[in-house]
């Protein structure tokens, strides 16, 4: 038998089964054809020795969402790159403009339950075509994220998000921290769609404060309470860092809950600093330094590094452009010891997946960068995350301070990401195993220099040690080099109805 590849002699891990051990593994027509010993021959052959070869890692949360992003999450070890968190609305137009782009990775989304709120308090046409975060408080009329929808506006934004949905959206975004004002009749209806349409709901948690009122355990058990009152799939969005210094008593919650049944997950990042748009109204909160542990000087702008001083100079900024992104400092990782334990357990939590959040990349003056350029401008900016998320935990938490084994790490990054959507996605399905038949979405690293390399001063830095990445049988990164004319990226979408 002739294969289009061969990847000769690495160690082929699929975290599903628990199979560790090397071999090779031989690719047609884009599918997984073999795995074995004496496979071959085939057109081509990659050296895989002292290699780790992995099912392509799967981020159910990721904004950027464009070429430059997916090229900078290529080298993080991403296959699969899903905007869960917002979402898109109307998505067929979404799916539509990024076939155009030519995208390397897959990609996917959630129906915008936030814009059809927009579009339902009115003065608002959301657009498909653009980015989902230009969306994001960049209003002056800030109606449809703090009151509560009147009947018709209901009904409204319910019809708006079914359209969604029948167009194949993989499940709703629900953003609540920046829509607080959506009402518990609300939040019910939304997720009875959900379920009625057998898809999750992903959830920014309504508030994020370490004591009540309005505490961050406070938000999770009414997520629970929503799983449990409409029969919906409660995906819970970054673990880490909307439970802020409240990790323990969240997690406790949480675990009960999936102890009874209910069907809620969760996913986190390594790191102990959020990003945002300087518009998310909990920073105006005049509480803000109460209720989270943090100062204003935790907060940082992006585009030109300053460090807010007081509330003032934070609701400032809000006034001159709420778009603007910021990073917030909220656990101080590097320096306190309890802060690292804290992040250690969103991170490791028993079932949780990695998910990257990774913000777009965005030009000194706050536009998102839609230019094909590799290496990436060095004028741009984002989060760290958007280039290491993967890479820094698997380096941190594997391979250095050895928390958990490498199957345990690498299902963190592949399988159980795919099980929150698999059920309604049958594409992903496919994903994330490494057997026959299955879609060749292949990341092949060296674990000895696999890292993370992007930092808060210099965040446009690619990942180091990823050597192959393999989107449906197609190199995007060959012998560690980006491949800038690879665009394999498929949509993922759910069946339409
Ligand atoms: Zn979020």
Redo the contacts with the bound molecule.
């Keep these: 038998m002739n294969y289009d590849l061969l990847i000769r002699n690495g160690r082929v891990i699929d975290p599903e089964t628990g199979f560790d051990e090397v071999c090779d593994l031989a690719v047609s027509g884009g599918t997984i054809a073999a795995v074995g010993t004496d496979l071959g021959p085939a057109e081509r052959e990659i050296d895989a020795t002292g290699l780790v070869v992995s099912p392509g890692f799967i981020d159910l949360?990721a904004h950027g969402q464009s070429v430059a992003a997916d090229r900078m999450q290529a080298f993080d070890g991403v296959t699969t790159t899903l905007e869960l968190?917002?979402g898109v609305l109307p998505v067929g137009q979404w799916y539509d403009a990024q076939a155009k782009a030519g995208r390397p990775l897959n990609y996917g989304t959630a129906a915008a339950w936030a814009f059809a709120r927009r579009a339902a308090f009115g003065g608002f046409t959301p657009d498909g075509s653009v980015n989902p975060l230009n969306h994001m408080g960049s209003s002056n009329d800030l109606r449809w994220t703090t009151d509560t929808a009147s009947p018709e506006q209901l009904s409204d934004l319910l019809s708006l998000t079914r359209e969604s949905l029948e167009d194949g959206a993989i499940g709703i975004g629900l953003?609540n921290?920046?829509l607080p004002g959506a009402g518990m009749q609300e939040l019910t209806k939304i997720c009875d769609l959900a379920e009625e349409f057998g898809r999750p709901t992903y959830t920014?948690i309504a508030y994020m404060s370490n004591v009540d009122p309005h505490s961050s355990v406070d938000s999770y058990v009414k997520l629970i309470g929503l799983a449990g009152a409409t029969g919906a799939h409660m995906h819970i969005?970054?673990l880490n860092?909307?439970s802020l210094l409240d990790i323990d008593r969240a997690v406790e919650v949480i675990a009960k809950a999936q102890a009874q049944g209910l069907r809620v997950t969760t996913e986190a990042y390594p790191y102990g600093a959020?990003s945002?748009v300087v518009g998310a109204g909990f920073f105006a909160d005049p509480e803000f330094t109460t209720r989270t542990g943090s100062d204003y000087t935790a907060i940082e702008m992006v585009k030109n590094r300053h460090r807010f001083e007081d509330r003032d100079d934070i609701l400032r900024a809000q006034h001159e452009d709420p778009k603007d992104l910021v990073i917030w400092h909220y656990l101080d990782i590097e320096v306190n010891a309890e802060h690292r334990r804290m992040l250690d357990v969103s991170v490791t939590f028993p079932g949780g997946s990695i998910g990257s959040?990774a913000m777009p990349w965005t030009l000194p003056d706050g536009s998102i960068y839609d230019g094909l350029d590799w290496p990436l401008p060095d004028t741009v900016s984002s989060h760290p995350r958007s280039a290491g998320t993967f890479t820094r935990f698997l380096r941190d938490y594997v391979f250095d301070r050895e928390t958990m084994s490498l199957t345990e790490g690498l299902a963190r990054c592949t399988i159980y990401a795919a099980r929150v959507i698999e059920g309604c996605t049958p594409q992903i399905a496919r994903k994330a195993r490494l057997r026959a038949g299955f879609d060749a979405d292949i990341t092949i690293f060296d674990p000895a220099t696999v890292t993370d390399r992007a930092t808060f001063t210099d965040m446009n830095r690619p990942a180091e040690g990823v050597k192959y990445l393999i989107v449906g049988g197609t190199p995007v990164i060959d012998g560690g080099a980006l491949d800038t004319a690879a665009a394999p990226g498929q949509p993922i979408r759910c069946p339409r109805s």
């Design positions: 949360h968190e917002v953003p921290g920046y920014h969005c970054h860092s909307t959020g945002t959040d």
